[in-house]
T-cell receptor, first 112, second 112 residues
Framework: DAGVIQSPRHEVTEMGQEVTLRCKPI?????LFWYRQTMMRGLELLIY????????DSGMPEDRFSAKMPNASFSTLKIQPSEPRDSAVYFC??????????FGQGTRLTVV | QQPVQSPQAVILREGEDAVINCSSS?????VHWYRQKHGEAPVFLMI?????EQKGHDKISASFNEKKQQSSLYLTASQLSYSGTYFC?????????????FGAGTQVVVTP
């Protein structure tokens, strides 16, 4: 298996633009997590899904952030409109049950 | 709530030992340990489940004291490859199932 695949790897966008980050979890995994990593705040859990259903989105910063998982093999995290403070590395991770979480390589987002 | 890790950073000479602590204000069901190298994704090291067990991975081991809501990661006879940032991730007994939150990380530098 190729592991968790995220795209794009790097994204530079202007403030106010919509940004969509994509994630393909490992086949067969039933949990999917979106994390945001910054120097100041470390690894923050934004939202996670179990069997494609959002279980806890209490970490989503505000209404500008939304996440979907239309099927077991795809998830998106959207920021609309984007702001400079959204600049961070966004990781997607997947796991099977309560086992280890496998992280994707991350998307480095820069909002200018 | 995120777990609290200590120390924030540690510098070791090759062959020395170190301990990284992770504590939580809530009752824990599991503790996960990950290591992240600069510019890369976090990589799973081990998971400890409620029950106070100790686990090992090469010369890296960990313990889990559920009564104290703490876990410790032990780096024994450190190698250069141990350098990186170590994160503990915790799942609380009262959290939504599968909710994994990470501490701020402990940066480990192993020098020759």
């Amino acid at each position: 298996d190729a592991g968790v695949i995220q795209s794009p790897r790097h994204e530079v966008t202007e403030m106010g633009q919509e940004v969509t980050l994509r994630c393909k979890p490992i086949s067969g995994h039933n949990s999917l997590f979106w994390y945001r990593q910054t120097m100041m705040r470390g690894l923050e859990l934004l939202i996670y899904f179990n069997n494609n259903v959002p279980i806890d989105d209490s970490g989503m910063p505000e209404d500008r952030f939304s996440a979907k998982m239309p099927n077991a093999s795809f998830s998106t995290l959207k920021i609309q409109p984007s702001e400079p403070r959204d600049s961070a590395v966004y990781f997607c991770a997947s796991s099977l049950g309560e086992g280890e979480a496998f992280f994707g390589q991350g998307t480095r987002l820069t909002v200018v | 709530q995120q777990p609290v890790q200590s120390p924030q950073a540690v510098i070791l000479r090759e062959g020395e030992d170190a301990v990284i602590n992770c504590s939580s204000s809530k009752a824990l069901y599991s503790v996960h340990w990950y290591r992240q190298k600069h510019g890369e994704a976090p990589v799973f090291l081990m998971i400890l489940l409620k029950g106070g067990e100790q686990k090992g991975h090469d010369k890296i081991s960990a313990s889990f004291n559920e009564k104290k809501q703490q876990s410790s990661l032990y780096l024994t006879a450190s190698q250069l490859s141990y350098s990186g940032t170590y994160f503990c991730g915790t799942e609380g007994t009262t959290d939504s199932w599968g909710k994994l939150q990470f501490g701020a990380g402990t940066q480990v530098v192993v020098t020759p």
